[in-house]
């Protein structure tokens, strides 16, 4: 299984830990029966949306969906988009994959590599309809600021990734860490902000266990909805 291991390139600050995890039997046979299907390598380069998917759709990125499980129901809610996840942990990549071949899913591929990588060397330019990021590590402690994913670059980046009137769309439950994004995702010229601060939850974005239960706790989240210019 040595092709399907995580792909990564040398890079001074990562966003993220990875972390063990137990991956399950089910989650194992996943990569040997599905990622044949789902999966795409860092190495085969720029990505052909046509070829990748057999369909010429309109196409979202999300980056960091964890367990998969509000990615695959977008997916399966809306036909009319391709979805690309990317996600460094094997179990969520797996129950991911498990999960979308078992119910016959035609419009999600998966990257098992750093977004950053995925972003720069496979996507092209002005090419993606939608960008999604929600529930990012917040990265609580000011010395840890630095690894949270949301700073001026990877924002240009994505910026650049866009079709012109393409969307950013980031969700967080950490007020601290919206307030950054805000402030970044302002900074940028390329993009609009869709409100006059935060947005409404988008209804294509569903709620997961984790946000509905901080709900019946008292807590809050907070909705980005940028339009590219």
Known sequence: M????PEF????IRSFVLRGGRITDGQKAAFSQWWPHYGLSLFDGAVDYTNAFNANNPVVVEVGFGMGDSLLQMAEADPAHNFIGIEVHPPGVGRL??????SGLSNLR??????VDVLTDCIADSSIARFQLYFPD???KKKHHKRRIVQPEFVELIARKLTAGGI???ATDWQPYAEHMLEVLNSCEQIKNTAEDFAVKPSFRPAT????????LGHGVWDLVFEKQ
Do not use: C, Q, T
């Not at 040595?2 to 291991?5: G, M, P």
């Not at 390139?9 to 001074?12: C, D, L, R």
């Not at 994959?97 to 078992?102: D, L």
């Open 2 to 5: 040595n092709e399907i291991k």
């Open 9 to 12: 390139k040398s890079k001074p």
């Open 97 to 102: 994959i498990n999960n979308a071949g078992k």
């Open 110 to 115: 998966v990257y098992m590599a750093d977004a």
């Open 138 to 140: 917040p990265w609580h």
């Open 168 to 170: 950013l769309h980031m």
């Open 209 to 216: 266990k984790f946000e509905m239960r901080g709900e019946r």
